[in-house]
């Protein structure tokens, strides 16, 4: 899985040049391409169930007019993936997603959020932990500046899913190299980097065969005094080769937890397919629990709103807690000071509250000075009723 792959890297393993090259954006939409090894050479769409694409110039039109289906012609962008399956005797098996590069500037049909919008579809896919991230960088670019390692940085920030790509080594300026990425030494990661080659636009437009592309890559490694002690460690074949080895012991090191939410998953489908499974639906017991589980969560819903923690926000006035809260806290002391009361009146009926709370157990309440919770509480509601202060609060909640 990868914040963005250059076409090249896709197209040299299997030795067809099928996938669209251009300048700008070009990958408009995520790309899930499967790899599988297979002694015939084919490939399928998954909206085009049934048809086999074994003409490549073919998949590459595809491509192109699924993409604009959803985009349209002029630069913009969706997150709706594009599934293709590519078999071929020349590939190992393997799943790659191709995503758009991170762009600042919106062009043609592009929203202005652009930049926002391309941020969450990469996050979509890398941000799984059982996913392994091919962060792709021009070697002539700064690698602190890298939009693809610092993004990765955010879902991966110990470097342990993250596989370092260096491009275009072979247009860097005389006198210079990336030796001290490749060697892991600058900005260091678990997965190390691997630099690769591709082709060059001139060489597309002059139709480069890719099994040429691929010796010229070669010997550009062989050559350099830079890379050719690594040079068993670089190119398109041995990225290949690294990913499928290291997405396998990926996988492995995170089956046994993705077993376990699995199996849990299942436990619970199983249960609650057992519940339907004598399934009746004038039982009277089945419907007293559904009205019980009904007013359960009418409860839990009104209590959330109250205490203000529901998912649900009005951002256009107060409502629920908030606005009791108010009203309590501003409203209600001025209500509260308008009410007339005999004093004398006040205190009998407190003396009659405080002995009717008690009881039988009136010897004591003589020398009782302090009224009850309940007395207080029956007082209070008495008042605040007798005095119509509690007519103009209601209408507000």
Same mark, same amino acid.
């Given at each position: 899985?990868?914040? /963005?792959?250059?076409?090249?890297? *896709?197209?040299?393993?299997? &030795?067809?040049? @099928? ?25 399928? @769409?998954?909206?085009?169930?049934? &048809? ?22 002029? /630069? ?18 393997? #799943? ?21 919008? +391309? ?47 260096? #491009? ?22 678990? &997965? ?27 010997? @550009? ?56 499974? =004598?399934? /009746? ?24 709103? +109250? ?17 009791? =809260?108010? +009203?309590?806290?501003? &409203?209600?002391? @001025? ?5 007339? *009361? ?12 405080? /002995? ?10 003589? #020398?009782? #000075? ?13 008042? +605040? ?13």
């Amino acid at each position: 899985m990868c914040p /963005k792959i250059n076409f090249g890297l *896709f197209q040299h393993p299997y &030795r067809k040049d @099928f996938l669209p090259r251009g300048s700008g954006i070009v990958t408009r939409r995520p790309l899930i391409l499967q790899l599988v090894n297979s002694k015939a050479e084919y490939a399928e @769409f998954l909206h085009c169930k049934g &048809r086999k694409f074994v003409d490549f110039d073919e998949v590459r039109l595809e491509i192109e007019a699924e993409t604009e289906r959803i985009t349209g012609s002029n /630069k913009g962008i969706s997150p709706v993936p594009i599934n293709l399956r590519v078999y071929s005797p020349n590939v190992l098996n393997l #799943t790659l997603i191709d995503l758009p590069g991170m762009t600042n500037v919106a062009v043609g049909d592009q929203p202005t959020d652009i930049e926002f919008q +391309i941020r969450n579809m990469l996050l979509q896919f890398i941000f799984r932990e059982t996913c392994l991230i091919l962060a792709v960088t021009p070697a002539k670019s700064n690698l602190t500046n890298s939009d693809a390692l610092k993004i990765s940085k955010e879902v991966d920030p110990q470097g342990l899913r993250t596989i370092g790509v260096m #491009t275009k080594l072979d247009l860097m300026d005389e006198g210079t190299d990336a030796r001290d990425i490749l060697e892991n030494k600058l900005l260091p990661l678990r &997965r190390g980097y691997i630099g690769v080659v591709n082709r060059s636009q001139k060489d597309i437009d002059g139709r480069k065969d890719i099994r040429a592309a691929l010796d010229a890559e070669r010997k @550009f490694f062989l050559s350099h005094p830079a890379y050719r002690h690594i040079a068993e460690r670089m190119g398109t074949p041995y990225l290949q080769k690294t990913l499928n080895q290291q997405l396998t012991n990926h996988i492995r090191d995170t089956l046994p937890a993705l077993r376990s939410k699995l199996q849990s998953q299942l436990l619970s489908l199983e249960k609650e397919v057992d519940e339907y499974k =004598n399934f /009746k639906p004038d039982d009277p017991a089945r419907k007293t629990k559904a009205l019980l589980q009904m007013v359960q969560q009418f409860g839990v819903d009104f209590e959330k709103r +109250i205490e203000g923690s529901s998912n649900q926000v009005d951002t256009l006035e107060l409502s629920g807690g908030a606005r009791i =809260n108010r +009203i309590f806290h501003e &409203r209600f002391p @001025f209500e509260l000071v308008k009410v007339e *009361f005999d004093e004398k009146e006040l205190r009998r009926e407190i003396s009659y509250a405080i /002995k009717n709370i008690h009881g039988v157990r009136q010897e004591h309440t003589d #020398t009782c #000075t302090l009224v009850s919770g309940a007395s207080f509480t029956q007082l209070l509601i008495s008042y +605040i009723t007798r005095a119509g202060s509690f007519s103009p609060l209601s209408s507000q909640l």
